[in-house]
């Protein structure tokens, strides 16, 4: 990092500690769960105060909607919607595999 960004970083992390905003944060004082820790530290960083707070991952819901399509691909039987879920199924997986993707370029 630049000198400039971790200038930045180092005012916003003090004026929130200022305000209070640090305060009561779980894990706090506690090492990084080894799962996030990485090569450059910032995306554990981002990760553990995501899961702390109970963010979920964005494929999270895709996952679940693909879940439900597939389920009702199986449960129908007209074969005029087994073609509208098809067509559902690949708009999702699509949407799920960009996400994912997205997910795993930013965790590098």
Do not use: C, W
Request: aromatic residues 4%.
């Amino acid at each position: 990092m630049t000198h400039s960004i971790s200038s930045l970083i180092e005012r916003q992390m003090l004026k929130a500690q200022a305000e209070g905003q640090l305060d009561n944060i779980s894990g706090a004082g506690k090492p990084l769960p080894r799962k996030y820790v990485t090569e450059t530290g910032m995306a554990s960083v981002s990760s553990t105060i995501k899961a702390g707070m109970g963010v979920p991952r964005r494929q999270g819901p895709l996952k679940e909607q693909l879940a439900e399509a597939r389920k009702s691909l199986q449960d129908t039987t007209d074969p005029e919607k087994k073609k509208a879920l098809v067509a559902e199924i690949a708009k999702l997986e699509l949407a799920y595999n960009i996400e994912r993707e997205a997910y795993l370029n930013f965790m590098k």
